[in-house]
Structure formats: C-alpha cells, structure tokens
C-alpha cells in the first residue's frame, strides 16, 4: 500500500510525477523488505511564492520488524523522489545485506 500526503498541493503534472516514481520503485521495495506493510510518502513545498518551488519529499517503509525513513529536499521533484527512494532502497540493502547482482 503506498499513502502520499501533500499531494494536493501539486499540480497536475507534479501529482502525475510523484504516483509514476513512487510506482516505480514500489515493487522493488516490496521484493527487498517481503514484511512491507506500507510506503508513506509525504511531498511539502518551498518557495512558492518565487518562479520557482523546492521540494522536500519524506518517505517511510512501514514494516512490522523495522521503520525505514529517508528525506531529502531538490528544485526538481523527480530527483527528490528518486533520491528519497534511492536512500531507503540502500537502507534495506544495509539491513537485509543485499547486493545489486541478481536483486
């Protein structure tokens, strides 16, 4: 199951960003951690009232034996997901000792 908070605040095209990368990496984090019981995702923005927005992604892996949590904040959504999810993805490799051949 995978919860976005904050996704309200995007427009269209941002929304459409956070559900396809968090989609994307979804399934990976499901086969690295089989307990998973739930992605939260949590999208805040910055700077608003500029041209320009930041923003700051949280996201936590939910699992009866452990919590994982990451943030990271960019001027590019996408490289924000991509980083927060990147960071739990290495959190499970670091708990569960995997590797990047065969996973």
């Known amino acids: 199951m995978i919860d976005i908070k904050g996704i309200g605040l995007l427009n ?5 960003i956070v559900n396809r ?8 984090l ?3 951690d089989k307990s998973m019981q739930k992605l939260d995702i949590h999208v805040k923005t910055y700077d608003t009232d500029g041209k320009r927005k930041r923003y700051s992604v949280q996201a936590k892996i939910v699992s009866p034996a452990r919590n994982f949590n990451a943030d990271e904040t960019d001027w590019d959504l996408s490289k924000a997901l991509h980083k927060v999810l990147k960071k739990l993805m290495n959190e499970l490799e670091k708990r569960y000792h995997y590797s990047d051949h065969g996973h």
């Open 30 to 32: 499901e086969r690295m």
């Open 12 to 16: 269209g095209e941002e929304e459409e």
């Open 21 to 28: 990368v968090t989609n994307e990496y979804y399934g990976k």
